[in-house]
C-alpha cells in the first residue's frame, strides 16, 4: 500500500512515521516551500505524549519544551478559582508540555527527514483529487506547474482551509468565528510561579493566557501569552481571516489593564514582546461524514476547534496513532470507514465543547456571578462543580486520569 499526506504539519508527520512503522509507504506533500518555525506556543496532552513517547521522541521534547507542573484559573482580580497538578505532577504516566508550535513542528519534521528520506516534499499545495477503484490521483501546485501523484490512499491533513475537505463539502459554510479576537506573542521574561506553570485568568469576553515554553539563559523562559477580547457576536466573518497580521499594543492594552494578576506584569511582559500577532478565534461545523472512498481527512483539515483545553495538536496526533494500524489490518476503504467511526464523534464532541470555552468555563462561570471578585469562593461556586467542568472535558477529550 502507498499513502499519500497532504499536509506536513503535526498530524500528517505523526501519520507518515506511524505508517512506516507498520511497513506502509507514504509520501508527504507540504505546501510550504521552507520549514519555518512558525506560530506560538501550545499545549499537548499526556495521551498524545504517550503516543510520541512510542515513536522514541520524549527526549527531543525535553530539549525543547517543558514539561507542565501546573495550571491555575483566576478571575480578572488575581483571585483563584481552580488549580490542578498537569502530566506526571498529576499521576499521569506521561507529562503534559508546553511548546512552541515551531520547535514541535521541528521535532516531527527532522524525525520523518531522517527515518523517510525522501518521502517529504515541500512546495506541493493540493488542489483536487480524483479516485477510481484501483487508487486516488492528486494534483498539487508547485512553483513550476501543477503535478500529480498516484497512490491507493489520500489523507488530506492540510489545515483549516482543506482543499479536499471543500472537494468532499462543497456545502460545508467555512470558517465560523464567535467574535473572540486574539493576540499571541511569546518573549523571554523572568519566570513566574515556579517557572513551569500556566495561568488563565478572566472569562470569554476577555480573557489571558500565560505559560513558559522554553528554558533560557539565565534562568529566563520563553513566556507565550494569548490576549483575547470578544469584539462581535460571531453572526458575521471575522474582520480579517488572517493568521499573520501584526497586533498593535492599541488594541492589546486596554483589556490587559483590566486584569490585576500578582503573580505576573502582564503590560510588560507585553511590551517586552517585540514582535506579535492577531488572530480571530476560528473553528469550522463538525462534518456529518470524513471519508468518501479512498480519501479522508485528519487534525484540521477534519475537526479544527478553539484554541481551548490544549487539544488542537493533541487530537491529531491522536488520530494519526488510529489511523495508521487500522491501514495496516484491513483493506484501504475499510480502515477509513472504521477510523472515521473511532475519531469523528469524539472529535465533533470536543469542538463543540470548546465553543462553550472547555474547561474554562470555571472561570467563565464564576465571573458571570460574581463580577466583582469575590470574599469566599464557596460563596460563588462549590468545589465539585468546579471539579465536574474540569473533570468532565478531561473525560471527554480522552486524558482524565485513570
Not at 507514504?26 to 498524545?48: C, D, K, M, W, Y
Not at 519544551?65 to 502530566?87: D, S
Not at 501569552?225 to 499594543?249: H, I
Request: hydrophobic letters at 40%; glycine letters at 10%.
Amino acid at each position: 500500500m502507498k499513502a499519500l499526506i497532504a499536509g506536513g504539519g503535526v498530524g500528517g508527520l505523526v501519520l507518515a512515521m506511524s505508517l512506516a512503522e507498520h511497513g506502509i509507504e507514504s509520501t508527504v506533500f507540504e505546501a510550504a516551500a521552507e520549514i519555518r518555525p512558525l506560530g506560538v506556543g501550545i499545549n499537548t496532552l499526556p495521551h498524545a505524549i504517550r503516543e510520541l513517547a512510542a515513536m522514541d521522541l520524549l527526549d527531543a521534547l525535553d530539549a525543547t519544551g517543558i514539561r507542565t507542573h501546573e495550571l491555575i484559573y483566576v478571575n480578572r482580580f488575581g483571585q483563584e478559582v481552580w488549580r490542578e497538578k498537569r502530566g506526571l505532577h498529576a499521576g499521569h504516566s506521561m507529562p503534559q508540555f508546553s511548546i512552541h508550535r515551531g520547535n514541535l513542528h521541528r521535532v516531527l519534521w527532522d524525525a520523518a527527514a531522517e527515518r523517510l528520506p525522501g518521502m517529504l516534499r515541500t512546495g506541493h499545495r493540493l488542489v483536487r483529487f480524483e479516485q477510481d477503484t484501483d487508487g486516488v490521483t492528486t494534483t498539487f501546485a508547485t512553483a513550476s506547474g501543477e503535478i500529480t501523484a498516484r497512490g491507493d490512499v489520500l489523507v488530506a491533513a492540510d489545515g483549516i482551509h482543506s482543499a479536499a475537505r471543500a472537494q468532499l463539502h462543497p456545502e460545508d459554510p467555512g470558517i465560523r468565528w464567535q467574535g473572540i479576537m486574539m493576540w499571541r506573542g511569546a518573549v523571554e521574561f523572568p519566570p513566574f510561579l515556579d517557572g513551569d506553570s500556566m495561568i488563565i485568568a478572566g472569562d470569554m469576553q476577555e480573557k489571558l493566557v500565560l505559560y513558559p515554553i522554553a528554558r533560557s539563559e539565565g534562568g529566563r523562559r520563553l513566556t507565550n501569552w494569548v490576549v483575547c477580547t470578544r469584539q462581535g457576536t460571531g453572526e458575521f466573518a471575522p474582520p480579517k481571516q488572517d493568521w499573520s497580521r501584526l497586533g498593535s499594543l492599541d488594541d492589546i492594552l486596554p483589556t490587559v489593564r483590566r486584569f490585576s494578576l500578582p503573580q505576573l506584569d502582564v503590560e510588560a511582559l507585553v511590551r517586552a514582546t517585540p514582535e506579535y500577532f492577531e488572530y480571530p478565534m476560528c473553528d469550522r461545523d463538525p462534518l456529518p461524514w470524513w471519508t468518501q472512498g479512498r480519501v479522508t481527512l485528519l487534525g484540521d483539515a477534519a475537526h479544527p476547534m478553539y484554541p481551548v483545553g490544549s487539544n488542537g495538536a493533541s487530537q491529531a496526533i491522536l488520530d494519526a496513532r488510529c489511523l495508521a494500524p487500522l491501514l495496516a489490518a484491513m483493506p484501504a476503504e475499510q480502515a477509513l470507514g472504521a477510523y472515521e467511526a473511532e475519531r469523528l464523534p469524539k472529535t465533533a464532541e470536543i469542538v463543540h465543547l470548546n465553543r462553550k470555552g472547555g474547561p474554562e468555563r470555571v472561570v467563565d462561570v464564576v465571573s458571570e456571578r460574581a463580577p466583582n471578585g469575590f470574599e469566599r469562593l464557596e460563596d460563588v461556586i462549590s468545589r465539585d462543580e468546579l471539579a465536574a467542568i474540569a473533570g468532565g472535558y478531561a473525560q471527554t477529550a480522552g486524558f482524565a486520569k485513570v
